[in-house]
């Protein structure tokens, strides 16, 4: 499952993106990793095969510091920067992120003002009236969280197939073994049948008409006598060939 390593380095950085802009960071470094987000889950090669020649950098929105954070996850399997920003939050800080309708900066605030770090937290708030008037929420923003929480706790609660559905590189994997990787098998498969058999066999053929055509125009000297025995010799093989039958 090669190309899955590309969507979980996109997750990744979609997720420092996030952690950012929960900090604040400048509106730049947060586009810089959004765009990188949107370059690897959009490439259709292996990222791992681009970093193995070198083309990190040359892929659009990825710099020397983004290729560094790359090669680091090849590597590793882990990225150093994301469990930093991890690490000045509360653990399941990142799934508050999940929730649609909370922006990052409003999670933040949230966090620091009402000590909120977790999906059941924000829920008591919200249905409490707690969240309202902290970083401008108002009636209307705590509804869209409700029901972010809601489509989120729906989302955990779907069935280990509707999962695997929903994650379309699960789906690049399989066509890539199931459909493209036979069909390449079998073209090269055809490729050598037809280099190694039907070309020998067309040689073959060449190099019969080839010898029998040399072997008449060796009785080609101008004696009748010659062409004669050829004649007699060419009438006995068709009947033998007719008595075989």
């Known amino acids: 499952m090669a190309r899955v390593k590309n969507f979980e380095i996109a997750r990744l950085f979609y997720e420092i993106a996030a952690l950012l802009e929960a900090r604040q960071e400048s509106r730049f ?19 791992a095969a681009v970093a193995a ?7 659009p929105g ?3 510091e983004l290729a560094a954070r790359i090669d680091e ?15 000045e939050l509360p653990a399941a800080f990142p799934t508050l992120l999940e929730v649609r309708g909370l922006g990052p900066r409003t999670a933040r ?20 009236g707690a969240i309202l008037g902290v970083a401008g929420v108002r009636e209307k923003t705590r509804d869209n969280i409700l ?4 489509a989120w706790r729906a989302g955990r609660a779907r069935t280990p197939l509707h999962a695997f559905l929903l994650n379309a590189w699960y789906f690049d994997w399989l066509y890539d073994r ?17 280099l190694g058999v039907i070309d020998g066999l067309v040689n073959l053929t060449g190099r019969i008409v080839q010898a029998w055509a040399a ?20 009438a006995v093989a068709l009947v033998g060939f007719l008595l075989a039958r």
């Open 29 to 47: 470094r947060i586009r810089a990793y959004q765009r990188a987000a949107q370059t690897v889950e959009s490439l259709s090669e292996d990222l």
């Open 53 to 59: 020649r070198g083309g990190l950098q040359a892929l």
């Open 62 to 64: 990825i710099g020397r």
């Open 73 to 87: 996850y090849l590597a590793t399997g882990t990225m150093r920067h994301v469990e930093t920003l991890r690490g």
């Open 109 to 128: 605030a949230l966090y620091e003002r009402l000590g909120i770090g977790t999906i059941e937290q924000l829920e008591d708030a919200c249905r409490s």
């Open 147 to 150: 029901k972010g929480i809601a």
């Open 178 to 194: 199931a459909i493209v990787r036979p069909y390449f098998a079998l073209c090269a498969f055809l490729l050598r049948f037809d």
């Open 215 to 234: 072997g008449s125009r060796r009785v080609q000297t101008g004696y009748v006598v010659n062409y004669a025995l050829t004649m007699l010799a060419g």
